[in-house]
Every structure is written in C-alpha cells, then in structure tokens.
C-alpha cells in the first residue's frame, strides 16, 4: 500500500524532526505537513497545509484532498503554556484530538500516531520508576488533558476499531528545533545559553530529577511503534517511555566536561517548578520493550555530547 502521511502540528519541536524523517522513508510528497501557521522554511521540498486543527471544516478538507492512510497529530499545548491559558489549552488538546480521532474513522485512516506525556502522572503517582499503570492524578491542564486524550484513545480503538498508537513522551531534547513551552526546555536552552554565553539560569531547582531523552530515540519510538504489528501491542491508552533521567546539576557536570567555565545559577519561585515537582522522577517502560523492542540509545554523556556538537556546527 502507498502511504499518504498527515503530519498535524508540523512545525513544532517534534514536527519538524518528524516530517523530515517520514519525507526521507517514504517520499516528500507522501509526507503531508500541516501547522496553524505558515511552515518556517517556506513549505519546504513537500505539501504543506495551513489550519486549525480546531476548525473540523478545514481538517476534513485536508482529509478529502490527501485521503491519508496514516495522521500524526501533534499539535497541543504543552505544560507550561497550558497553565497560562488553560481554557484554550483544554480546547487546542480534546476537541483537536476528537476532530482527529472522528474523522480517522469516517475515512478509514490505517494508523494514527498521538502523543501523551509523562504529565499524566500526579503528586501521588510513584516517582520512582513510575508503572504503566498506577494513581494518576494530574494537577495540571496539560496534564489532565491528555490524560482523558489517553482514554479517549482507548476507546476509539474499543469502540470503532481505530488503530490508535501513543507514546507517554518524557521531556525531549534535540538541537534542530525550539521547544514549544514545556516544563522540561530548561534542557535544551541551556545548550544554546552555554554556547552563546557561558552561562545559564535554570527555571528548576539544581536537584530536580526528571526523565528525559534525545530527541533521536523519541523519533525512532515513534516510528518504530507506528511500525510494530497491530497484535503485539497490548497498550491502546499510552505507553511509557524511558530514556534518561537527570537533574539540572547532573546536566551541568556533564556540559562541565566540554565547557569547563560553563556557570549554572538557579532561579527561585518559577511556577514551572511546582509541575515538575508534580512528575515522576523515572519511567518503567517495561511493557513498550516487551511489546515492540524499545531501547533508548542515548545516555546522559552521549546526549550532552551529541547537543554541543551539532549546536556547534550550525552556530
Ligand atoms: N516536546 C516535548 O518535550 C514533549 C513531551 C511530551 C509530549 N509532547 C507532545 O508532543 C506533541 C508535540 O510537541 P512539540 O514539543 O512538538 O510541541 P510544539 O509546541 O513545539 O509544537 C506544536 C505545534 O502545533 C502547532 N499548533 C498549535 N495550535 C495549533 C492548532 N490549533 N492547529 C494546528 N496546529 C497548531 C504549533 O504552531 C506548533 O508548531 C504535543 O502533543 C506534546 O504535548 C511533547
């Protein structure tokens, strides 16, 4: 089967890793990018459709014109900037999500592709290697949002057959693209801040441990799950994923090896402390390995390693 792939939310952190990964398996024009706004490139070597994800209307015309075989859907609004305006952010990540899941169905689109977060997890989740399956009480509205997106998922897949697919995202990190407002962007500002300046104030409080990974594992999970047969997969909500975790003092030793004069200071009272306080400090992802062979690749040394060497090359 030729596949036609409708990339939703393009633009973003993931989205522009992702478009440029499925353009180079499967074709440019077999790789649809959407965004609310224009592409940054100039709709670079591929289709690029410009909506709401909010607007049914105009999602459903994107459908009529591609008939796609497979969507990812990534637009949303991520944690922090969720807290700023919660309404909307409730709005951008159900009604996005139901317009997608609905019109997957009355298309017949194979394979939808829609990420969660480590956010589902609450004050009195476990932190520590955190299971699948466990209290999950969000105080967040990124995070009770996508926690009911996780159940909706399920139950297109009960209900109506839809084979849904979704990764519980740690806080991620790569050098090609800016993060969109998450809790976790202190780690990836402060490889530009530390190659610009030699300095950087971390939002989080020096022992904040939180799970994380480089963006080249997130996008081969993602892959890699979109591409594991159907009745492996035992997970229809979301499923944890694990990378590697660390606290801003441990990322600061590490950037310390290649720049010895590099200086971490601290902020006080960031309102983006209080929802990392709220997250699991490690992921147990032991049923996303059992179910389709995940394994990260990137450990702490090679991570900051990798960031400062490609930084460096496009600076
Ligand atoms: N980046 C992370 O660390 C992380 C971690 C966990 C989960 N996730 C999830 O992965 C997905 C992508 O995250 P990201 O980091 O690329 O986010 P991002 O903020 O960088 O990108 C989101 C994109 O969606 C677009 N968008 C916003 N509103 C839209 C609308 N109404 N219609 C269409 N497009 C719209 C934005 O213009 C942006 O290009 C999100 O669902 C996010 O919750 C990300």
Redo the contacts with the bound molecule.
């Keep these: 089967m030729t596949e036609m792939i409708l990339v939703?939310?393009?633009?973003?952190?993931?989205?522009?890793e992702l478009v440029t990964t499925l353009r180079a398996k499967y074709g440019h024009s077999q790789v649809v990018a959407?965004?609310?706004?224009p592409p940054k490139n100039a709709g670079s070597n591929g289709p690029f459709e410009q909506?709401?994800?909010?607007d049914a209307a105009a999602v459903r015309a994107i459908f009529e014109k591609y008939k796609p075989t497979q969507v990812y859907?990534?637009?949303?609004?991520?944690s922090a900037?969720g807290e700023q305006k919660p309404k909307l952010a409730w709005d951008?990540?159900m009604n996005?999500l139901l317009n997608v899941l609905d019109l997957a169905v009355e298309f017949k689109v194979a394979k939808v592709f829609?990420?969660?977060?480590?956010?589902v997890f609450g004050p009195n989740s476990p932190k520590q290697n955190t299971p699948q399956y466990c209290v999950m009480d969000p105080n967040s509205v990124?995070g009770f949002s996508?926690l009911a997106g996780e159940r909706w998922c399920e139950y297109y897949f009960e209900k109506y057959g839809l084979d849904v697919r979704s990764i519980?995202?740690?806080?991620?990190i790569g050098w090609k693209?800016?993060?969109?407002?998450?809790t976790?962007d202190y780690a990836v500002h402060i490889f530009h801040e530390a190659l610009a300046k030699g300095e950087y104030q971390s939002f989080l409080s020096a022992d904040t441990e939180l799970p994380m990974m480089h963006m080249d594992d997130a996008i081969r999970a993602t892959v890699s799950l979109m591409e594991a047969p159907a009745k492996s997969l035992t997970i229809r909500s979301s499923y944890n994923l694990a990378g590697v975790s660390f606290t801003p003092e441990q990322l600061n030793e590490e950037i310390k090896k290649h720049i010895p004069d590099f200086k971490l200071s601290y902020s006080d009272n960031d309102p983006r402390q209080a929802i990392a306080d709220s997250w699991p400090k490690s992921i147990d992802d032991s049923q996303a390995q059992k179910d389709w062979g995940w394994k990260a690749e990137f450990d702490l040394p090679k991570l900051v390693e990798d960031m400062l060497l490609n930084l460096r090359k496009i600076k």
Excluded at 34 to 37: E, G, Q
Excluded at 51 to 54: I, L
């Design positions: 939703i939310g393009a633009n973003g952190q993931i989205g522009t959407s965004d609310l706004h909506a709401s994800v909010t859907l990534l637009a949303a609004i991520l900037a951008l990540n996005g829609w990420p969660s977060s480590i956010a990124y996508k519980r995202y740690p806080g991620l693209a800016a993060p969109g407002g998450g976790t």
